[in-house]
């Protein structure tokens, strides 16, 4: 089976654009959570989405919004992009709340 | 201070070395418990999977936690070069899924 697929894997952008990063969970599973990975850091909790309603959300700003369809994939997207943005988004699908969280190997994106 | 904490490495051992990766967290309501290990340009694989306190074993990979002294802990046995990797621990209430992931620690282990 597929695991959690993210695209695109690299993107580089620059300062005050928007960006939508994609992503496909594994099949079933009907939980969708965004991180964001600075470089020498761990994961940081962005959002997470559950039969298409937000459940969770974590300390960034309102310029980060995200969504989940139908089909359990989601996007997420970030406006007026700043320098500090540059980072690995991970996205992580599992069945359930409380069942193990699955990640994908990220979007790079690099902000210039 | 920071909801998980954990040791700061790196870590460089010889194969065939016991390693042992240890996190301690703050916040009580901690229940679920994982550890991950990230390859250089890939996502966070799990690992381990517990839930509330002791031990769990899978191969080479034992995980434990002490909710008492909040305290996690993984060891790896027979460490081999391709466990060279950086480890992340992360935890969560149960409440949501909401993951809060130690710094993570590089380990390197020599041929």
């Known amino acids: 089976d597929a695991g959690v697929t993210q695209s695109p894997t690299h993107l580089i952008k620059t300062r005050g654009q928007h960006v939508t990063l994609r992503c496909s969970p594994i099949s079933g599973h009907k939980s969708v959570s965004w991180y964001q990975q600075v470089l020498g850091q761990g994961p940081q909790f962005i959002f997470q989405y559950y039969e298409k309603e937000e459940r969770g959300r974590g300390n960034f700003p309102d310029r980060f919004s995200a969504r989940q369809f139908p089909n359990y994939s989601s996007e997420l997207n970030v406006n007026a992009l700043l320098l500090g943005d540059s980072a690995l988004y991970l996205c992580?699908?599992?069945?359930?709340?409380?069942?193990?969280?699955?990640f994908g190997d990220g979007t790079r994106l690099s902000i210039l | 201070q920071k909801e998980v904490e954990q040791d700061p490495g790196p870590l460089s051992v010889p194969e065939g070395a016991i390693v042992s990766l240890n996190c301690t967290y703050s916040?009580?309501?901690?229940?679920?418990f994982m550890w991950y290990r990230q390859y250089s340009r890939k996502g966070p694989e799990l690992l381990m999977y517990?839930?509330?306190?002791g031990n769990k074993e899978d191969g080479r990979f034992t995980a434990q936690v002490d909710k008492s002294s909040k305290y996690i802990s993984l060891f790896i046995r027979d460490s081999q070069p391709s466990d060279s990797a950086t480890y992340l621990c992360?935890?969560?209430?149960?409440?949501?899924?909401?993951?809060?992931f130690g710094k993570g620690i590089t380990l390197s282990v020599r041929p």
């Open positions: 916040n009580s309501a901690f229940q679920y």
């Open positions: 517990t839930y509330s306190s």
């Open positions: 992580a699908s599992s069945s359930d709340r409380n069942q193990p969280q699955h």
């Open positions: 992360a935890t969560h209430t149960g409440a949501n899924s909401k993951l809060t």
